[in-house]
């Protein structure tokens, strides 16, 4: 069987027998991989250092039938160490190592890859606080995979904007004559916030006061839960913050 070279971000590991690990990795050209890294828990280990979660590497597979195999291991992005020492850098990067394993499979989505390189490097290098690059990734990771939240036409009927109210269920914001009794109205100052988030206006987003941040961190983890059907283990239930900013 062929062996083949990509460079690709670790997402998780598991233990394999005494001395092996599994390791679930997020690469440029062939999507998702799981591969064996043999020996790589014993302290004599080459390359153990470079496949732990949130590292990025060049690899060289061998490929197998289930499972592919590492041969060689250099590193790209050593991003493990800086987010591991903070609490809330690490929070953020598990959760994003956890959304790119439920959106992606085994065909190739550079975007994907590039998307979350970019906020593990960001998060490592501290350049924005660790839940305003989270909630930033989330929303661009889910509209590269094709749900990007309605934030400025209503989620259901496309009506034109701005609307002040949001609902996961539909969509994102909806307008008057679609929202249903109790949806909540947000302040527009969120929303625009949250328009930020997604395009990556950092500018914006770090001038943003608190009580602002986290009602849109609110609406994207409501939007996250809906949408993925689930919330994230990394960050536990989502809270919903974005009440704070109810009118």
């Not at 302290?43 to 590497?57: C, D, H, K, Q, W």
């Not at 992005?77 to 020492?85: C, F, H, T, V």
């Not at 593990?120 to 924005?128: A, D, N």
Request: net charge neutral.
């Amino acid at each position: 069987m062929p062996t083949y070279r990509d460079e690709a971000v670790v997402l998780r590991t598991h233990k394999l027998g005494e001395a092996d690990r599994i390791v679930t990795m997020l690469s440029r050209r062939h999507g998702k991989v799981r591969a064996v890294a043999k020996g790589v828990r014993r302290t004599s280990s080459r390359f153990g250092s470079r496949l732990e979660p949130f590292m990025v590497a060049d690899l060289q597979l061998y490929a197998g039938r289930s499972l592919d195999i590492v041969q060689q291991a250099e590193s790209l992005g050593a991003y493990g160490a800086d987010i591991a020492a903070d609490y809330d850098r690490y929070t953020a990067a598990s959760a994003m190592v956890e959304i790119a394993d439920r959106l992606t499979h085994d065909e190739p989505v550079p975007n994907q890859y590039y998307l979350l390189v970019g906020a593990l490097r960001s998060l490592s290098r501290g350049e924005h606080v660790a839940r305003a690059i989270l909630d930033s990734y989330l929303l661009r990771a889910l509209s590269l995979a094709g749900w990007a939240p309605a934030l400025d036409a209503c989620g259901r009927c496309g009506r034109e904007g701005p609307h002040g109210m949001f609902l996961a269920q539909l969509g994102g914001v909806v307008c008057e004559n679609c929202a249903p009794p109790g949806t909540p109205h947000v302040q527009p100052a969120v929303l625009a916030l949250t328009q930020a988030l997604l395009a990556g206006e950092w500018e914006v987003v770090d001038a943003a006061p608190s009580r602002d941040a986290d009602a849109a961190s609110g609406l994207v983890a409501a939007y996250v839960q809906f949408t993925m059907e689930r919330g994230l283990r990394a960050l536990g239930q989502p809270q919903p913050v974005w009440n704070r900013g109810a009118r």
